[in-house]
């Protein structure tokens, strides 16, 4: 490896290339860039030389060994103030070659700003690698592996771009290096769990929590240059209802979230529907433009997903709502005629209709509508957990809730009693 290094050294002297073009250079997506190395005498016995490394083919694979000795000659050229060889930082990189070899996982890290969002923690942690932590240039740059400045580029521009918040949201995960993965650049899952993760929060209270521009890190010892997809999204201000959260909730939210990582594996027919009921909840917070209108029509459709009702809509909806809602008959007077004037003023909107002074304060006071949604998709997530959900439950739905005792007891099963 030391003499293709050497020789490397030589061409670009010869060519009189600076070799800072080689900063965060990769040789996995630019074949003309590689040739000229590859046609060295070196390069060769430099591949076959890291292939007799211990794990070498394990991590790596034997066939990404010439792969390999090129990005250690462009990590090293990178490095270099001048174009002249430093046999100090080849021991170095060499170093970190080997010590990476002997890190058997690859660590995976997606992070993001939250919008709307405090806490007086500076940790919460959520489990499976979740956690929400405060935006502390020193604590992330370590996790992250970057430096003060590429913090500052990134989160710290999402930041002032819009996404306004004193934590963030971060996402880790390990995985066990091999040839497939050597130069994935973030986990192919790290979305789902922060989706996930921020509709457990939305289900547990209100507030208008959302996330800025996704970015994706991978801390090694050994850089493979800025390989892949390094962010995701857009960055946006977007002012809301301050959410608030406290460490005592944390297992709250830990447990929501297990509970839906159980929800997204199931595909029954039932929970299909509870499925797409929680997609329409999650638009009310998703939405590029903060509307009332829109948030009214999303919450309705996630009722009428939930509830699998196809005619009738304005009166079942406001029935069954009410019926499993209300822990009283005055109760459930006053929410089965606030669910019949939702669904007037919804019905206006799609329609085009003319807004009346009622339908206007009705998408004033969107947030009531979201608060019984918010309550029967927790409901109704306790359900499909325990199996109830099916067709009978939707046949038997409406005379269940005439029987006080059986009301009862699916009020008990969704945690409402």
Excluded at 182 to 187: F, Q
Excluded at 211 to 235: L, N, Q
Excluded at 358 to 382: C, S, T
Aim: glycine share 6%.
């Amino acid at each position: 490896m030391l003499a293709f290094c050497k020789d490397a050294m030589q061409f670009i002297q010869q060519e009189a290339i600076d070799p800072q073009l080689f900063r965060g250079l990769t040789p996995f997506n630019d074949t003309a860039r590689n040739e000229p190395f590859e046609n060295l005498t070196t390069y060769a016995p430099a591949a076959a030389e890291l292939n007799k490394l211990s794990q070498f083919e394990i991590q790596f694979g034997r066939e990404r060994a010439g792969q390999v000795a090129l990005q250690f000659v462009f990590t090293l050229l990178g490095s270099l103030e001048k174009p002249s060889f430093d046999s100090k930082l080849f021991e170095e990189t060499w170093d970190s070659l080997l010590q990476e070899l002997n890190t058997p996982e690859w660590t995976y890290v997606a992070i993001c700003n939250l919008t709307n969002f405090t806490s007086e923690d500076s940790l919460l942690e959520l489990g499976d690698g979740i956690s929400i932590r405060s935006r502390s240039y020193i604590d992330l740059g370590k996790l992250l592996g970057w430096s003060r400045e590429r913090i500052a580029m990134t989160l710290g521009k999402d930041w002032s771009e819009g996404s306004h918040g004193s934590h963030v949201l971060m996402i880790k995960t390990e995985l066990s290096k091999n040839a497939d993965n050597l130069v994935l650049a973030n986990d192919i899952d790290a979305y789902t769990k922060l989706s996930r993760t921020l509709l457990a929060l939305r289900l547990l209270k209100p507030g208008l929590i959302r996330h800025g521009k996704i970015f994706f890190a991978r801390p090694a010892y050994f850089s493979f240059g800025d390989i892949g997809i390094t962010s995701s999204g857009y960055s946006m201000w977007r002012p809301g209802a301050e959410y608030v959260l406290h460490n005592s909730e944390v297992s709250a939210v830990r447990e929501l979230n297990e509970t839906l990582a159980k929800i997204g594996e199931n595909t029954d027919k039932y929970v299909r529907s509870l499925k797409l009921a929680l997609r329409s909840f999650t638009s009310i917070y998703e939405r590029h433009v903060y509307q009332g209108e829109d948030q009214l029509v999303d919450a309705i459709t996630a009722i009428e997903a939930l509830l699998r009702i196809d005619f009738e809509l304005s009166f079942k909806s406001a029935f069954r709502v009410a019926g499993i809602l209300a822990a009283n008959d005055d109760e459930r007077v006053i929410i089965f005629d606030e669910m019949r004037g939702y669904y007037d003023s919804r019905s206006k909107v799609v329609h085009g209709g003319e807004l009346e002074p009622k339908h206007l304060e009705h998408l004033r006071d969107h947030e009531l509508l979201v608060a019984y949604v918010r309550r029967l998709l927790i409901g109704f997530v306790r359900l499909a957990i325990r199996g109830e959900l099916s067709k009978e439950f939707y046949k038997t739905l409406d005379g269940t809730l005439q029987h006080s005792e059986r009301r009862n007891i699916i009020r008990s099963y969704m945690g409402l009693s």
